[in-house]
């Protein structure tokens, strides 16, 4: 549950200021929301060149391969069903989780869930042995049918979860820290105390920057359910440098994308990013 002012006030010192992520600071979120109508579009593309590839296939080698492999045809169908769509959603279920980028694999993930569920209902209606050719090959085309309306399912719920985050979000720069909370199921509140904070970032595309919105990255040790640091602090070089210190900001770099490490999408950010800084050098000064 939130602190209340009150709370903050005795705990982290006087509240500066409060802010959360505008609905157009996470336009970027709700476009990666579509990303299963996308994968869908790429699906029939890729189905359409496989099916001229196989077309293409010489008739006489084909029917070669038939008399040792009476099947053979499904056997291509299901290859050319578990490529387009199976195999793309599956990549782009690895690729959002890789980059760090929820909405890309949970839209994918979704879509192939009910997608695959739906067919697997569909399937029982039939008098195919379970795990037959006849049985694979006519799973797989009821998975690519209704792939195409599980992605808008998908998609639909993967924009409002994300608006629902959106709104449990709340920044607050006290005098000596800054907090952040949000959850959907799970209430998290991470803090940054300001003595703590190498450096600032500002994080603002050119369409944030027409818009008026962008990301805070605040570089330093966050604490919460667990110990972050984002200082970038030198560290031992790496396999190309062994011998060397290299400046390591990968946990700078990642937590730009995550709204419970950094301010992000917020209004007016270098405001925002002006009232920090000068609470930081209160904070310095009266450490000193």
Not at 54 to 65: I, K, Q
Not at 103 to 124: N, Y
Request: proline share 5%.
């Amino acid at each position: 549950m939130e602190r209340t002012e009150l709370e903050k006030v005795g705990v982290y010192g006087p509240v500066i200021l409060t802010t959360q992520p505008a609905p157009r600071g996470f336009i970027y979120k709700y476009l990666l929301g579509l990303t299963p109508i996308v994968l869908v579009a790429l699906s029939l593309i890729a189905l359409a060149l496989l099916h001229e590839l196989v077309n293409g296939f010489s008739p006489t080698l084909v029917n070669s391969l038939k008399t040792v492999a009476p099947e053979l045809p499904q056997y291509i169908e299901i290859g050319v069903l578990l490529i387009a769509p199976v195999a793309i959603f599956l990549f782009f279920i690895w690729l959002g989780d890789v980059i760090r980028r929820p909405e890309i694999w949970i839209g994918a993930g979704l879509t192939l869930l009910l997608s695959l569920i739906t067919a697997l209902v569909k399937v029982q209606g039939t008098d195919f042995p379970v795990l037959s050719t006849g049985y694979l090959l006519t799973l797989f085309q009821w998975v690519a049918y209704y792939v195409q309306l599980s992605s808008f399912v998908a998609a639909g719920i993967v924009i409002v979860g994300n608006e629902a985050f959106r709104r449990t979000l709340h920044y607050t720069l006290t005098r000596d820290v800054v907090i952040i909370t949000g959850g959907i199921w799970n209430q998290v509140e991470n803090v940054i105390p300001l003595h703590q904070i190498d450096r600032i970032g500002l994080v603002q595309s050119r369409l944030g920057h027409f818009f008026h919105f962008g990301t805070i990255v605040t570089a330093g040790k966050v604490f919460g359910l667990s110990e972050i640091d984002m200082t970038g602090q030198h560290e031992m070089g790496d396999m190309l440098h062994p011998d060397t210190y290299q400046e390591s900001t990968v946990h700078w770099q990642q937590e730009a994308h995550d709204p419970l490490m950094c301010l992000y999408g917020i209004v007016n950010p270098e405001e925002v990013k002006t009232r920090i800084e000068k609470a930081m050098q209160n904070t310095s000064e009266k450490d000193e």
